[in-house]
């Protein structure tokens, strides 16, 4: 996997299955930041010896540029228990690091900032634990909106259970890179690319509600704006059952008034809807991009 | 008499010579000798011979070959008592078209049967004695055959009759359905099929697999890891997609995958869909014309 072609991503969700695959990805990404000139700050787990010399980012896993980096103060590293006892354990307390982190790296003469952060390995036991990480995302999102900042979270399958999976994608949905399948909220739609499967549909399905949640967010704002979801299925090459249903139930679990609106569906998707009895709430629509 | 508890063994015995086929058989015939249960041996006078000689004092059937239509011979095994052993080459010896469907019809048609029917092959057929029987019978007692395509409870269609395999996808786990569905959509294409017809004998094959590991429809349920193939047949009328998952027993037991929503679904996106349950696993065909 590699997450270093097109564009920067301000908040980036990179899911992989295993260390090694998500090791690839991150590699990847921290070389372009650091090649674009961005100081990067990342959190992560050391093992029980606690030296950064063990640390994949300092092997031979890691680019030149990046063990480079760490010598010279570009790439700074923190460990997990050290963040939790300088953070207090609080979304606040992180959002307080996060920016005074930012706000040296600007003063210090960077250009650019880039922040990532292992999987966290939380087990997010509750609604009111997974109400503080999405708060600890939104505090990313609001420094990506003022400054030049990147962030790429790293999403470890193997080493999370289901709850926080599925959560995370909901929380990050507006960019992910995953296996096989990604996603990214671009004017005003929510553009899947890849082919969704029985094998990512929870993942699928996580990112999908949290979408269909943001939206109804934001229309309860009063901004005036539409609650449908917008998904722009052009970029998606297969879609099965699995995947179908949860489109389904998405659609049928919306409150009054919310629609799921696909634009340019796979061929075959229209089939798969109708046998799985499609809601009046899921619109088609066929024609070309907007 | 099969391995493991009652039901049919449908196993092939490749035999130099009668002496080294009497060695093999002895095991399941004295098993049933000392269960009074009846033995027929359906061979030529010397094969017949070499038996009698091995137990002189038993009371063996030895009708003559000749007297036994092997495309008929379902029929005439069912009426045999449970317990009973046959010995014979009726199928062997048939038309090589006429195999394949004659030793599908057996499995078939009395795979609720408590009968030992052994089918005696040359060392020359071994590869299509494996081809066309569940087990094999060897020194060492029954083995599963590696090779054979059990054909479809739901649709007795014999393999033999699919077309030859043309490729063979490992799926350990739900990583490799993105593998099954590019190698079946070469394999599609090169079948001459595109378009919407293309992609959805593709969405079947990936539905079929999902069936055949007894993957639950509840969306967030992966494949099973485990040692599952799909084997790619074509012929010039169908490219068939046969996947085989090993889940002991069926998933959820013989005959539920035809009830299983899934095959519904599957079943709008081919021109015909087979399962077969049985003791190793699950078998699902599709198959889509190529007319």
Known sequence: MTVDAGPARAH?????????AQRVGTAAWLDRELAFGAKVFYKGWLGEDGRLEKHWIAGPQATVRTRRALETGQLEFMDFPRLIDVVGGTAEGLHRVQSEELHRALDEGWTSVAMTQESSRRPLVDADEVAVFAQQEGGYDELADRFPLHVLCQLTTAVENEVHVVHSLGIHHRDVVDVGWGARETCGRWRVSGDLDAHVAQRFGGALTGAMRRM???????TGASPDLHVDLAGVGFVDVACAQLMVLAARSAPPGQRLVLHEPPRLLRRLLDALERPGTIVLDEGGPA | MSPGGPGLLHAAVVAEDPEDLVRLCLPVLDAALAADAPVEIVLDRRGARAFRDARPEAALTLPAPVDVDPLGLGHRLADLPAGAVVIGRSCADAPAADRPVAEDALTLLLADRTLAVLC??????????????PWMLTPYGSVPSPDHRPPATTSPVPAAVLGPSVDTVAVPDGAALAALRARFAAAVRDAG????????????????????CGVDLVPGTDLPPGEHTLDVRVSTEAVVAECRADVPGGPDGPGAAVHDPRFAHLTRFCDHATVHDDRHGRTVRVLTGVR
Not at chain 2, 120 to 133: D, K, L, N, S, T
């Open chain 1, 216 to 222: 109804r967010e934001v229309a309860e704002q009063g």
């Open chain 2, 193 to 212: 099929l595109d378009g919407e017809r293309a992609e959805a004998a593709v969405l079947a094959a990936h539905e079929a697999m999902l069936l055949a």
């Open chain 2, 120 to 133: 005696v092959y040359a060392p020359g057929q071994v590869e299509a004695a494996r081809a066309a029987h």
């Open chain 1, 12 to 20: 980036l969700l990179q899911v992989a299955e295993s260390d090694h």
